[in-house]
């Protein structure tokens, strides 16, 4: 069982999944999110990464809040937030290697409507995350941390092939959390080790990034 990639074999894993999820040949599109492609630097090899754009709703669907949540009287902040509440979002994702820790990680950038990337409270209310999956930030404009932990569970930085800044999660528990769900199921499910070990990924990303929420 692996329990981290080498770049190659993150190469390799990223477009066996493209293979087996790209949009209109998987039947089951709403289990692993499709619509990605492969993309080379432009001038060094091996830097290659996972892309896709998808449009948000600025606010997650009205089902999943709280019923007494919405029988509460609007405040002025949630007056503010319903203004927002048919805009939408461009939100580009990102699957890039990570060399320090040997597995895949996540990075997106969320823009609104103006072109303008939303601050760090603005991202963590967006619907690309599932409903209280993160805190709420600590006044911190730049890394989000969770309680009682030292390291930050997302942070903003630089794309490691483009350069440009983004949000990222950090990859620390990455091996530790796919290998116990690779180890669990026992090689159980698709033959192929390195499909299955993009597919346990996104398994494991989506208890908190909701992939499906835009188009």
């Known amino acids: 069982?692996?329990?981290?990639?080498?770049?190659?074999?993150?190469?390799?894993?990223?477009r066996r999944y493209i293979d087996a999820h790209c949009a209109g040949r998987h039947s089951d599109?709403?289990?692993?999110?499709?619509?990605?492609?492969?993309?080379?630097h432009p001038y060094v090899s091996g830097l290659g990464y996972l892309r896709?754009?998808?449009?948000?709703?600025?606010?997650?669907?009205?089902?999943?809040?709280?019923?007494?949540?919405?029988?509460?009287?609007?405040?002025?902040?949630?007056?503010?937030?319903?203004?927002?509440?048919?805009?939408?979002?461009?939100?580009?994702?990102?699957v890039v290697y990570s060399a320090t820790f040997?597995?895949?990680?996540?990075?997106?950038?969320?823009?609104?409507?103006s072109g303008s990337p939303l601050s760090l409270d603005e991202v963590v209310k967006s619907s690309l995350f599932r409903r209280h999956a993160?805190?709420?930030?600590?006044?911190?404009?730049?890394?989000?941390?969770?309680?009682?932990?030292?390291?930050?569970?997302?942070s903003q930085g630089d794309h490691p092939t483009l350069g440009t800044p983004a949000w990222?999660?950090?990859?620390?528990?990455?091996s530790e959390a796919v290998g116990e769900i690779l180890a669990e199921s026992g090689g159980?499910?698709?033959?192929d080790e390195l499909l299955r070990w993009m597919q346990v990924w996104f398994m494991v990303l989506s208890n908190i990034?909701?992939?499906?929420?835009?188009?």
């Open 1 to 14: 069982m692996l329990a981290t990639l080498t770049r190659a074999q993150f190469e390799d894993a990223c």
């Open 134 to 154: 993160l805190p709420s930030p600590d006044g911190n404009t730049f890394a989000l941390t969770l309680p009682d932990s030292s390291l930050a569970l997302l």
């Open 52 to 94: 896709r754009t998808v449009i948000l709703p600025r606010s997650r669907p009205a089902e999943e809040d709280d019923a007494s949540e919405l029988s509460e009287p609007l405040t002025m902040n949630d007056e503010a937030a319903s203004a927002h509440s048919g805009e939408v979002l461009t939100c580009r994702q990102y």
């Open 102 to 113: 040997e597995v895949p990680t996540f990075y997106f950038t969320l823009h609104d409507s």
């Open 188 to 191: 159980a499910g698709s033959g």
């Open 29 to 40: 599109v709403k289990t692993f999110p499709s619509g990605w492609s492969w993309h080379e």
């Open 168 to 174: 990222y999660f950090h990859p620390c528990h990455t």
């Open 209 to 215: 990034v909701d992939f499906f929420a835009g188009s």
